[in-house]
């Protein structure tokens, strides 16, 4: 292939990351703009979320998927900063272009970005991240969620929205354990955090509930066994009685069994399916039967009754009290399940006016609960805003000419890339991105590293002193994939070239 040719790939494979950028790059920061994807049947999802644009675009072009690829990596490890990573990968290409065009080889750039990158994150991590510790103070905690928040439809509600994440996490100790349900109706305002479970199925015959409730969970065990579609049984007609009338038989000793467990009555909650004609029976015991849960829910209910799920009738080792009540959210009944124990589960219940402005809340709550969850569980601290990515550039600069050769221009490239965060911010809040970026310069000649855009006025402003503060590892896991995505991009085509197709 010739040299010509090779470039071309290369460029095209620039373009298409480009492209994708784009369409993110305006999501950016507390005044970013939302997007409004529609697919083919018009179904329509408003969003201001890096992760689920992502997620829902259409791309076919490699170097596209790549740079989705690093968003996904982006949002599994970190809950947040998908956008950022996006639009850090967009500039790096982009100025490596510019690198290229100067003559300098895809292998170098790659080589200086790499150097730049292992600068950059262990200046981050010495010089510019506090230490998070397990016993944070609630107020930085709740700052931390309300970085990850803004600009998710929840303004109105930003201080409450935040102090519930807060309570979520540090009830349950992690992200992971905190269930979140939206119930469509009601102002966000009215979230609350339910300690207990939630869920959305009722007992198979209605009856009102008692408060108070004895309760056990099994797996499996009250219908028939699933006969194995391959297999032909042949049967007279009174063989057939004789064998279905054995299963049924063997269904209510199952179900005799849970009698035993539940004298007073109570309340049967089963992973798998239950015959209807068991469920009339135990109903009749006083039993209501919940059946076809998700593991997930059967999770949370073991943790909300301490007591564990039992496989089958016949393991049940002991019943648990709880109180239970249903209440009826927009023609949907749910089922509130509380223990007598004190435990970590909880529900978030987010109330929201309709399904898609609810559907946003809860992306930005699970952001919100993935940092705060980060930062109690250890992670550091840095000042927020883009105000890092603009230190990080500065020291770049000053530590660039230690190093030997062309990689210090990629070095210095990579430097500039750093600062598209802050100018982003910047520019979507309708402020010029340069004088941003000329003032943190300023600031940071001063050793003023926390300073980053200030939304309101155009000018800059000490993020800790706002309280824009977010979780190192979202800062640095950024650079890391941005970094990783750029080089395996200028790298495809030297894969190409080598090929000589
Ligand atoms: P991402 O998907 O990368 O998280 P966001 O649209 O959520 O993108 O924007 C996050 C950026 O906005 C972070 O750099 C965060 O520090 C910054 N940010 C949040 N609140 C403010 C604020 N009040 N002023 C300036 N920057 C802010
Ligand atoms: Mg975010």
Same mark, same amino acid.
């Given at each position: 292939?010739?040299?010509?040719?090779?470039?071309?790939?290369?460029?095209?494979?620039?373009?298409?990351?480009?492209?994708?950028?784009?369409?993110?790059?305006?999501?950016?920061?507390?005044?970013?703009?939302?997007?409004?994807?529609?697919?083919?049947?018009?179904?329509?999802?408003?969003?201001?979320?890096?992760?689920?644009?992502?997620?829902?675009? $259409? /791309?076919?072009?490699?170097?596209?998927?790549?740079?989705?690829?690093?968003?996904?990596?982006?949002?599994?490890?970190?809950?947040?900063?998908?956008?950022?990573?996006?639009?850090?990968?967009?500039?790096?290409?982009?100025?490596?272009?510019?690198?290229?065009?100067?003559?300098?080889?895809?292998?170098?750039?790659?080589?200086?970005?790499?150097?730049?990158?292992?600068?950059?994150?262990?200046?981050?991590?010495?010089?510019?991240?506090?230490?998070?510790?397990?016993?944070?103070? $609630?107020?930085?905690?709740?700052?931390?969620?309300?970085?990850?928040?803004?600009?998710?439809? /929840?303004?109105?509600?930003?201080?409450?929205?935040?102090?519930?994440?807060?309570?979520?996490?540090?009830?349950?100790?992690?992200?992971?354990?905190?269930?979140?349900?939206?119930?469509?109706?009601?102002?966000?305002?009215?979230?609350?955090?339910?300690?207990?479970?939630?869920?959305?199925?009722?007992? /198979?015959?209605?009856?009102?509930?008692?408060? *108070?409730?004895?309760?056990?969970?099994?797996?499996?065990?009250?219908?028939?066994?699933?006969?194995?579609?391959?297999?032909?049984?042949?049967?007279?007609?009174?063989?057939?009685?004789?064998?279905?009338?054995?299963?049924?038989?063997?269904?209510?000793?199952?179900?005799?069994?849970?009698?035993?467990?539940?004298?007073?009555?109570?309340?049967?909650?089963?992973?798998?399916?239950?015959?209807?004609?068991?469920?009339?029976?135990?109903?009749?015991?006083?039993?209501?039967?919940?059946?076809?849960?998700?593991?997930?829910?059967?999770?949370?209910?073991?943790?909300?009754?301490?007591?564990?799920?039992?496989?089958?009738?016949?393991? /049940?080792?002991?019943?648990?009290?709880?109180?239970?009540?249903?209440?009826?959210?927009?023609?949907?009944?749910?089922?509130?399940?509380?223990?007598?124990?004190?435990?970590?589960?909880? *529900?978030?219940?987010?109330?929201?006016?309709?399904?898609?402005?609810?559907?946003?809340?809860?992306?930005?709550?699970?952001?919100?609960?993935?940092?705060?969850?980060?930062?109690?569980?250890?992670?550091?601290?840095?000042?927020?805003?883009?105000?890092?990515?603009?230190?990080?550039?500065?020291?770049?600069?000053?530590?660039?000419?230690?190093?030997?050769?062309?990689?210090?221009?990629?070095?210095?490239?990579?430097?500039?890339?750093?600062?598209?965060?802050?100018?982003?911010?910047?520019?979507?809040?309708?402020?010029?991105?340069?004088?941003?970026?000329?003032?943190?310069?300023?600031?940071?000649?001063?050793?003023?590293?926390?300073?980053?855009?200030?939304?309101?006025?155009?000018?800059?402003?000490?993020?800790?002193?706002?309280?824009?503060?977010?979780?190192?590892?979202?800062?640095?896991?950024?650079?890391?994939?941005?970094?990783?995505?750029?080089?395996?991009?200028?790298?495809?085509?030297?894969?190409?070239?080598?090929?000589?197709?």
């Amino acid at each position: 292939m010739s040299e010509v040719e090779n470039e071309g790939t290369l460029r095209k494979n620039i373009n298409a990351a480009k492209m994708i950028v784009g369409t993110v790059k305006s999501t950016l920061g507390p005044l970013g703009r939302d997007k409004m994807m529609v697919d083919a049947a018009g179904n329509a999802v408003v969003t201001n979320d890096g992760a689920t644009i992502m997620g829902e675009l $259409d /791309v076919s072009h490699p170097g596209g998927k790549m740079i989705i690829e690093g968003a996904k990596t982006q949002e599994a490890l970190c809950y947040d900063g998908t956008t950022s990573t996006v639009v850090l990968t967009g500039e790096m290409l982009g100025n490596s272009e510019g690198l290229l065009n100067k003559g300098l080889h895809p292998n170098i750039v790659c080589n200086g970005y790499n150097q730049a990158a292992a600068m950059a994150v262990e200046y981050l991590e010495s010089n510019l991240s506090l230490e998070g510790q397990v016993g944070m103070e $609630d107020s930085d905690l709740k700052n931390i969620a309300r970085t990850a928040i803004t600009g998710k439809t /929840v303004d109105a509600a930003l201080d409450d929205v935040a102090e519930l994440c807060v309570q979520a996490v540090k009830k349950a100790g992690s992200a992971e354990k905190v269930r979140v349900l939206p119930l469509p109706g009601g102002s966000l305002r009215d979230s609350y955090l339910f300690n207990g479970a939630i869920v959305n199925k009722m007992p /198979v015959l209605e009856k009102e509930l008692e408060r *108070t409730q004895h309760i056990v969970l099994i797996n499996t065990g009250l219908e028939p066994h699933k006969t194995d579609e391959n297999v032909t049984v042949q049967l007279d007609m009174q063989g057939y009685t004789q064998f279905k009338s054995l299963g049924e038989e063997d269904l209510l000793l199952q179900a005799k069994l849970l009698v035993e467990y539940l004298p007073e009555g109570g309340m049967v909650f089963i992973r798998d399916g239950a015959a209807d004609h068991v469920c009339t029976y135990l109903d009749k015991q006083g039993i209501s039967v919940v059946r076809r849960l998700p593991e997930s829910t059967m999770r949370a209910l073991s943790s909300t009754l301490g007591v564990s799920v039992s496989q089958t009738p016949a393991d /049940v080792e002991c019943s648990a009290k709880g109180m239970a009540y249903s209440e009826r959210h927009y023609d949907v009944d749910y089922l509130f399940i509380q223990g007598e124990i004190e435990s970590d589960q909880s *529900t978030l219940v987010l109330r929201g006016a309709t399904t898609t402005t609810l559907d946003e809340i809860e992306r930005g709550f699970d952001d919100a609960l993935g940092v705060v969850s980060l930062v109690m569980n250890g992670d550091g601290v840095v000042a927020g805003g883009g105000s890092a990515y603009a230190a990080m550039a500065a020291h770049l600069r000053t530590q660039a000419a230690s190093v030997e050769g062309r990689a210090q221009m990629a070095i210095e490239a990579f430097a500039d890339a750093l600062e598209i965060i802050p100018a982003t911010i910047a520019e979507n809040g309708g402020h010029d991105p340069l004088d941003c970026i000329l003032n943190l310069r300023h600031k940071l000649q001063n050793d003023e590293t926390d300073f980053g855009p200030n939304i309101e006025d155009g000018g800059v402003i000490s993020m800790w002193k706002i309280g824009v503060i977010e979780p190192t590892s979202l800062v640095r896991q950024a650079i890391l994939s941005a970094t990783e995505v750029t080089t395996a991009i200028l790298k495809i085509d030297d894969m190409i070239a080598k090929r000589g197709e």
